[in-house]
Antibody
Framework: EVQLLESGGNLVRRGESLKLSCAAS????????MSWVRQAPGKGLEWVSA????????DYIDSVKGRFTISRDNSKNTLFLQMNSLRGEDTALYYC?????????????WGQGTMVIVSS | QSVLTQPPSVSATPGQTVTISCSGT????????LFWYQQFPGTAPKLLIF???QRPSGVPDRFSGSKSGTSGSLAISGLRSEDEADYYC???????????FGGGSKLTVL
């Protein structure tokens, strides 16, 4: 059974940093593209970043480029999101998502999310 | 403002069929697959439709997706009270090089 367990969310001040982790089980992380998708309180879904299976290819939404870094430790089946220079608009529930190539890169499995709150 | 446009809310009575639209552009829906996700309050989204019209294992055939040109839709037939949820469409955008979501549609079963 695929399971994704996010951690690392916290209340931080504007300009500070935070590192999110996503522990994956039930599949081999290096075989899967992964994404982070966030949802601000009461708002819709927003894709943030994606990483190819080997981590060699990454993509980001413009608003986080240069501030966020997606990475992975495939030996530990863990995905990360390093978040620097945090802003108020980064406040959201961050989901770790397993993408499925055979489904057209659908966001197939979702974790329960970890909450990031950025205060001013 | 979301790149993909959905109606903020839709409603229907039990047993009816409801359709949720998703409008995009040539660089997203016009070129790439359309996906649909279902989200209940306080829970993570769930994949409902992939590759425009395919259902993952376990999704009832009451849910169906379609795409034509730069728009797509999700139809739910035989509506049930437990279908009340938020529904989001999504696609990859070649011009922006990002995944884009619709703003979400809240389905109310009257």
């Amino acid at each position: 059974e695929v399971q994704l367990l996010e951690s690392g969310g916290n209340l931080v001040r504007r300009g500070e940093s935070l590192k999110l982790s996503c522990a994956a089980s039930g599949f081999t992380l290096r075989s899967s593209a992964m994404s982070w998708v966030r949802q601000a309180p009461g708002k819709g879904l927003e894709w943030v970043s994606a990483s190819s299976g080997d981590g060699g290819s990454t993509d980001y939404i413009d608003s986080v480029k240069g501030r966020f870094t997606i990475s992975r430790d495939n030996s530990k089946n863990t995905l990360f999101l390093q978040m620097n220079s945090l802003r108020g608009e980064d406040t959201a529930l961050y989901y770790c998502v397993k993408m499925e190539v055979r489904m057209g890169n659908a966001f197939h499995f979702w974790g329960q999310g970890t909450m990031v709150i950025v205060s001013s | 403002q979301s790149v993909l446009t959905q109606p903020p809310s839709v409603s229907a009575t039990p047993g009816q069929t409801v359709t949720i639209s998703c409008s995009g552009t040539p660089s997203n829906i016009g070129t790439n697959f359309l996906f649909w996700y279902q989200q209940f309050p306080g829970t993570a989204p769930k994949l409902l439709i992939f590759r425009n019209d395919q259902r993952p294992s376990g999704v009832p055939d009451r849910f169906s997706g379609s795409k034509s040109g730069t728009s797509g839709s999700l139809a739910i037939s035989g509506l049930r009270s437990e279908d009340e949820a938020d529904y989001y469409c999504a696609a990859w955008d070649d011009r922006l090089s990002v995944w884009v979501f619709g703003g979400g549609s809240k389905l109310t079963v009257l």
